[in-house]
């Protein structure tokens, strides 16, 4: 059996699997039961400042983006950080670390962007006995208003700077959160790398409006008549958010930088896909709002049964295995060819495949063939889009198959080159660097 | 196979075991005597049966109302595939799988354009799904609870060489139209400015409905003439009643009427063809929708013995019957004919709680015009199906008025031996017939006992239209007599106008 043992930036869990900071982590009651279903660990939810506390909406708090028959594809949310007492969510972390040792338990944090704010509040999270902290610099909706959340993670200087006081006002592991709400993720990265984080964690959540009534003409969800944008997440936002963790990895300044993948992990595929693209663990959330803290047990049992049949003894073994990749438009291999093939016998006849082909792409799937329904690919029109596997409803019928060095390709006539060749050099290429 | 839980088994020994027991009787074995039996072992016995049972051999015919509770009738003649919930139509209208040229609406033979209505449901938008059934099929609603759609739509669907399941096409297309009833019919479709045109339909059936709404639709005024008290035509009187449950096809007829510009004259009997020549006189054009109205006999020994009906007039009786319960069955029913107004008697005999019921066929099971799902749906009700016997003798009781049993005759040689099955009540299910005096002296070419006609109606005589059963090609489908409705009202608006 793998063994699933986990250590991101210093800090041990029996799985990689942690709930992310957000409201299945806001007490000690959830996480308790978190701990019972086998999660490897937690980031509490955010805590703020002593003080007034915390005030929410009063109306709904969650959207989501569903397929007719009401499978979850996207979430959003504007539930503020803990409204509940600090002192309390600080004793609690406390009795919950004390309960579970061999369990991460990190502390997300969110005060004003002062050095005093800060340096208050770090002593009294390292006395409760917690692993870690997470610097929340990417809740996009309320705090970020105020000045906090999104809005530091928007500004490097700022990410820099609070890194910076956390190292210097506290021994715990630092991690900072990074919000997916700017243009270039290497830059957040890099500022937080230089204030001395420990690791990052990413994505948090996707500015997003769900829709609109079309009753009432109102956005939604909406509250009293009136919405405001969420932080969207789940499933659909996990390729972003895929891009933004190999965009570190890759990037000079942050690689090794420890990664804590985060967005849409619902099973061990998904964990799968932020560990070969370098990250050290994944945290999770919207899966456990949908169907509760017990999904743990499958992820953690399909990716031990992956890596049983791979060979895998740890995370280890293939963590950042699928970085190298991973690189830009230019180096891809222009005379690498591939051709949809269509298996016949598996089928089924909805022609998706030629419609799709036919309207949208390059006419090089049949229709019929001797008067007959029948879908075949036109080789000699085919460009390997790999569209039509994508639209097709049958697993494994339609394939693109990479042709063999010396093969003629039937749309181009030529025969593949054996050499890869990329746009670097292309005759096309204006800006091709050319021979000495 | 299951048994359906509220239906009545017989008591006692399994059915075959007591023919062969019986010394009336003459069957050669049960391995040759290709019957095709429920399951008869589970069985729950009524008070009323089992007393019939126990006081020895019957000595008179036993036909009487009441054998099952009021109740009991009730639900067993309520829909047999209920609507679905919007969840279910939901979920179910996600397996669609949009196909490009969709085989289903090829396989239609209003070529509704099912991928379109299936995506509206997805969409919620169940107006547009019910305009796009509707306005390839006005009769969308009968046609989603009486067609075979096992051997049209739903067996090409592609889901069916996925998932060895087709989308519930008749069902989802029950949903939507069903959707929609509550609104005026002028909610989805616009009538067209009058032309002043008029036009006759004979027959109030699905072609004359289908086809006076499309003409009513573009702006000519019709009359639909029917001989009987309602209008619907077979959809009134010849489904069965759990198929179209809660007076749907009343309710159907008044939704589309609501399009403006129908009348319709009830009690009005094609009789003699001078009649359609006041009809022609009067009206700018003339459609015939007049079904098959003549109920054939088989022309053998014994057959006006009180007991011996058609099937039709069974049928007809009980979709009329306020009190289903009240309504006469014979304790023992042999139904003769393999097409689904055979099943739907059978099962309704059955339903209102006859005691054994036999479905006998002339030929093997590859003839029978019942679908493969119909003749799984008898078995489950607990009707025997028999093939290749034929009838050769309603045989009377000792009074000589009364039915006591039918004689068969095997048609495949297994056996110069006849079969005698005891029967209360003998159904003629054996088809009908188009009346062909009244047609007499019309100048209609008659094909096959049926009125010929081109592809849009046409029967060559002008002005003079005609589709359903009546009209000779056809498989007898509700769904065929509505597009030869919907064609001949569009030839028939080209002629009218001039276009």
């Known amino acids: 059996m793998a063994d699933l043992r986990n250590t991101f930036a210093g800090i041990r869990s029996p799985n990689p699997f942690w709930l992310a900071s957000a409201p299945p982590t806001d007490k000690a009651y959830n996480i308790h039961r978190a701990f019972e279903a086998g999660w490897g660990g937690v980031v509490w939810k955010t805590l703020g400042e002593d003080g007034p506390p915390i005030v929410n909406v009063n109306g709904p708090r969650y959207g989501a983006l569903l397929t007719p028959d009401r499978r979850l594809l996207g979430f959003n949310n504007i539930e503020l950080i803990t409204d509940r007492p600090l002192q309390l969510n600080l004793d609690e972390v406390r009795e919950v670390?004390?309960?579970?040792?061999?369990?991460?338990?990190?502390?997300?944090?969110?005060?004003?962007?002062?050095?005093?704010?800060?340096?208050?509040?770090?002593?009294?999270?390292?006395?409760?006995?917690?692993?870690?902290?997470?610097?929340?610099?990417?809740?996009?909706?309320?705090?970020?208003?105020?000045?906090?959340?999104?809005?530091?993670?928007?500004?490097?200087?700022?990410?820099?700077?609070?890194?910076?006081?956390?190292?210097?006002?506290?021994?715990?592991?630092?991690?900072?959160?990074?919000?997916?709400?700017?243009?270039?993720?290497?830059?957040?990265?890099?500022?937080?790398?230089?204030?001395?984080?420990?690791?990052?964690?990413?994505?948090?959540?996707?500015?997003?409006?769900?829709?609109?009534?079309?009753?009432?003409?109102?956005?939604?969800?909406?509250?009293?008549?009136?919405?405001?944008?969420?932080?969207?997440?789940?499933?659909?936002?996990?390729?972003?958010?895929?891009?933004?963790?190999?965009?570190?990895?890759?990037?000079?300044?942050?690689?090794?930088?420890?990664?804590?993948?985060?967005?849409?992990?619902?099973?061990w595929r998904d964990a799968l896909d932020y560990i070969a693209l370098g990250a050290g663990n994944v945290q999770v959330c919207t899966a456990a709002m949908v169907y509760g803290f017990k999904i743990v047990q499958e992820m953690v049992d399909g990716l031990s049964d992956y890596m049983d049949s791979m060979g895998f003894a740890t995370t280890a073994d293939f963590q950042g295995r699928a970085l190298p990749t991973v690189t830009e438009w230019q180096h891809l291999n222009l005379n690498a060819v591939s051709k949809a093939v269509i298996a016949q016998d598996l089928c089924i006849g909805c022609g998706r495949c030629h419609i799709a082909c036919e309207d949208t792409s390059h006419q090089a799937i049949t229709a019929t063939k001797d008067g007959k329904r029948h879908f075949e690919v036109i080789e000699a029109e085919c460009v390997g889009c790999n569209l039509c596997v994508v639209v097709c409803p049958v697993p494994e019928c339609i394939t693109l198959r990479t042709l063999d060095a010396g093969e003629v390709d039937a749309r181009t006539r030529q025969p593949v080159a054996a050499e890869a060749a990329d746009w670097t050099g292309h005759p096309n290429n204006p800006m091709r660097a050319l021979p000495a | 196979m299951v048994m359906h839980p509220d239906t009545p088994s017989a008591p006692g020994p399994p059915m075959e075991q007591r023919f062969m027991s019986s010394d009336t009787l003459s069957v050669t074995s049960s391995a040759t005597s290709s019957v095709t039996s429920p399951v008869t072992s589970s069985v729950t016995s009524s008070p009323t049966s089992a007393a019939a049972a126990a006081s020895g051999p019957q000595t008179g015919s036993d036909i009487r109302p009441g054998r099952r509770s009021a109740a009991q009738i009730a639900e067993a003649l309520s829909d047999s595939a209920p609507r679905l919930t919007a969840t279910q139509a939901l979920v179910e209208a996600e397996r669609c799988l949009y196909c490009f040229d969709a085989p289903c609406m090829h396989a239609c033979p209003t070529g509704i354009d099912v991928p379109s209505f299936i995506r509206r449901i997805a969409d919620h938008n169940l107006r547009g799904a019910a305009r796009a059934i509707l306005s390839a099929n006005p009769l969308g609603g009968t046609c989603a609870r009486a067609c075979p759609t096992e051997v049209l739509c739903e067996q090409v669907c592609v889901k069916v060489a996925q998932e060895d399941r087709p989308v519930a096409i008749g069902r989802l297309q029950r949903f939507a139209t069903d959707a929609v009833m509550d609104q005026p019919v002028t909610a989805l479709f616009t009538r067209a400015a009058p032309t002043g045109k008029r036009v006759a339909v004979v027959g109030a059936g699905p072609a004359g409905l289908t086809c006076a709404f499309e003409l009513a639709k573009r702006g000519h005024s019709v009359v639909i003439h029917d001989a009987l008290q309602r209008g619907g035509g077979l959809n009134e009187y010849g489904l069965a009643s759990y198929k179209m449950a809660g007076g749907f096809a009343q309710a159907e007829m008044q939704w589309l009427m609501g399009i403006g510009g129908i009348s319709l004259q009830t009690g009005w009997r094609l009789m003699v063809a001078p009649q359609l020549d006041m009809l022609r006189d009067a009206f700018d054009a003339v459609f015939l929708g007049l079904g098959l109205a003549r109920t054939p006999r088989l022309g053998i020994a014994g057959e006006d013995l009180a007991g011996v009906r058609d099937a039709v007039s069974f049928i007809a009786e009980l979709r009329q019957a306020v009190s289903p319960a009240a309504l006469p069955v014979g304790r023992r029913v042999v139904v003769i004919g393999g097409g689904m107004t055979a099943v739907d008697a059978a099962v309704q005999s059955r339903l209102l709680g006859a005691e054994e019921v036999h479905l006998?066929?002339?030929?093997?099971?590859?003839?029978?015009?019942?679908?493969?799902?119909?003749?799984?749906?008898?078995?489950?009700?607990?009707?025997?199906?028999?093939?290749?016997?034929?009838?050769?003798?309603?045989?009377?009781?000792?009074?000589?008025?009364?039915?006591?049993?039918?004689?068969?005759?095997?048609?495949?040689?297994?056996?110069?031996?006849?079969?005698?099955?005891?029967?209360?009540?003998?159904?003629?299910?054996?088809?009908?017939?188009?009346?062909?005096?009244?047609?007499?002296?019309?100048?209609?070419?008659?094909?096959?006992?049926?009125?010929?006609?081109?592809?849009?109606?046409?029967?060559?005589?002008?002005?003079?239209?005609?589709?359903?059963?009546?009209?000779?090609?056809?498989?007898?489908?509700?769904?065929?007599?509505?597009?030869?409705?919907?064609?001949?009202?569009i030839a028939m608006h080209a002629e009218l106008t001039g276009r």
């Open chain 1, 97 to 267: 670390k004390r309960a579970w040792p061999d369990r991460a338990v990190v502390v997300s944090l969110m005060v004003p962007c002062t050095e005093a704010a800060w340096k208050a509040i770090l002593p009294r999270v390292e006395d409760t006995g917690a692993d870690g902290v997470e610097l929340n610099f990417g809740c996009p909706h309320g705090m970020s208003e105020r000045g906090m959340g999104a809005a530091v993670g928007q500004v490097p200087e700022y990410i820099e700077m609070v890194t910076r006081w956390c190292k210097q006002y506290s021994r715990m592991p630092v991690i900072v959160k990074l919000t997916p709400n700017i243009t270039d993720i290497r830059v957040p990265a890099a500022a937080a790398k230089r204030g001395g984080a420990d690791a990052v964690s990413l994505i948090n959540t996707i500015t997003s409006i769900m829709g609109v009534d079309p009753a009432t003409l109102t956005m939604s969800p909406s509250t009293g008549g009136r919405g405001s944008h969420g932080g969207y997440c789940g499933p659909a936002v996990k390729p972003i958010a895929l891009n933004m963790v190999a965009a570190i990895g890759r990037a000079p300044e942050t690689a090794g930088l420890p990664i804590s993948g985060i967005g849409g992990v619902g099973n």
């Open chain 2, 360 to 489: 006998v066929y002339r030929r093997g099971p590859a003839q029978m015009s019942a679908s493969g799902d119909e003749i799984e749906w008898a078995l489950k009700n607990g009707v025997h199906i028999h093939h290749h016997l034929a009838p050769v003798e309603f045989i009377a009781h000792a009074d000589g008025q009364a039915l006591q049993a039918v004689r068969f005759a095997r048609t495949d040689g297994t056996s110069a031996e006849d079969v005698t099955l005891p029967a209360d009540t003998a159904l003629r299910a054996i088809g009908q017939q188009l009346d062909l005096m009244a047609l007499e002296g019309s100048g209609l070419r008659i094909e096959g006992g049926r009125i010929q006609a081109d592809a849009e109606g046409g029967t060559g005589v002008p002005g003079l239209y005609v589709g359903g059963d009546a009209r000779a090609g056809g498989r007898d489908l509700t769904v065929e007599a509505v597009e030869d409705g919907k064609r001949a009202a």
